[in-house]
């Protein structure tokens, strides 16, 4: 990715994401998210508490893919029919459900029907899918 902001300022913008929704991501979310922001391709408004990321391939018209804090309504149809199940003390968890996860944020989020965001390609996906984590 060429870089148009530099890394100190991106850091201050992924702070002030975190500050504003309350929620770290993983550590290794954290990379990813910032290789974006100092790409130039996720932007973050603090006044209005929103996320747009650019879509590098954009997807039947759509270019940008905008995400705010989901409300308790929101939260209860991502959720849904997520289920964690434990055997003997060991946590199993089907990868798959996470990324229906994934998908559902992102559509109910964004705004965007589950068919286009299903189409969105590889490498915007995997950048989104990081972001998601703000919002779990």
């Given amino acids: ?5 530099d890394e100190e300022t991106a850091n ?3 702070d002030s994401i ?3 929704y309350g929620n770290a991501p993983a550590d290794q979310s954290r990379g990813v998210v ?5 790409a ?3 932007d973050f408004d603090d006044a209005a508490g929103k ?9 039947d018209g759509l270019d940008k893919i905008i995400l705010s804090e989901p409300d308790a309504g929101q939260m209860q149809r991502i959720t849904r029919g997520i289920e964690v199940q434990t055997d003997g003390g060991k946590t199993k968890i089907d990868l798959s459900v996470m990324e229906s996860r994934a998908i559902r944020t992102l559509s109910i ?4 029907a589950v068919s286009i965001v299903e189409k969105i390609k590889r490498r ?9 984590h703000f919002f779990e």
Avoid: F, H, N
């Avoid at 990715?1 to 902001?5: A, C, G, S």
């Avoid at 989020?109 to 965007?112: I, N, Q, S, T």
């Fill in 34 to 38: 910032i290789d974006a922001i100092r």
């Fill in 109 to 112: 989020l964004g705004g965007v």
């Fill in 12 to 14: 201050l913008v992924y």
């Fill in 40 to 42: 130039g391709i996720l």
């Fill in 124 to 132: 915007d996906y995997v950048i989104l899918r990081e972001v998601c």
């Fill in 51 to 59: 996320l747009t990321y650019r879509l590098q391939s954009p997807v």
């Fill in 18 to 20: 975190i500050e504003t």
């Fill in 1 to 5: 990715m060429k870089y148009v902001i």
